[in-house]
Nanobody, 113 residues
Framework: QVHVVESGGGLVQPGGSLRLSCAAS????????VEWHRQAPGQQREWVAT?????????NYADFVEGRFTISRGNGKNMVYLQMTSLKPEDTAVYYC?????WGQGTLVNVSS
């Protein structure tokens, strides 16, 4: 069992930045990768980024990221971050962290002037 909590969302102007955090607790020793997904209003949930929690973490991104987001891990296996820059209105969504089959409750990112 893994408990997942996202944080860091909020209202930001176009072109701004936010850093989202994903905190995992419980059976974290078995975690090998963490994913960020997002769901915009009226849209299906879509994958954003993945990072492997190995000695050499390998990030992978959806095409729409276009170099604007960076996924990274903290010192342990229990924290993963999503640094988002050059935000666009179309990035508005609830962002979810997915860990070993468990979802968090999501954090809302609203990009608006």
């Amino acid at each position: 069992q893994v408990h997942v909590v996202e944080s860091g969302g909020g209202l930001v102007q176009p072109g701004g930045s936010l850093r989202l955090s994903c905190a995992a607790s419980g059976s974290i020793s078995s975690i090998v990768l963490v994913e960020w997904h997002r769901q915009a209003p009226g849209q299906q949930r879509e994958w954003v980024a993945t990072i492997t929690l190995t000695s050499s973490p390998r990030p992978n991104y959806a095409d729409f990221v276009e170099g604007r987001f960076t996924i990274s891990r903290g010192n342990g296996k229990n924290m993963v971050y999503l640094q988002m820059t050059s935000l666009k209105p179309e990035d508005t969504a609830v962002y979810y962290c997915y860990v070993n089959g468990f979802w968090g409750q999501g954090t809302l990112v609203n990009v608006s002037s």
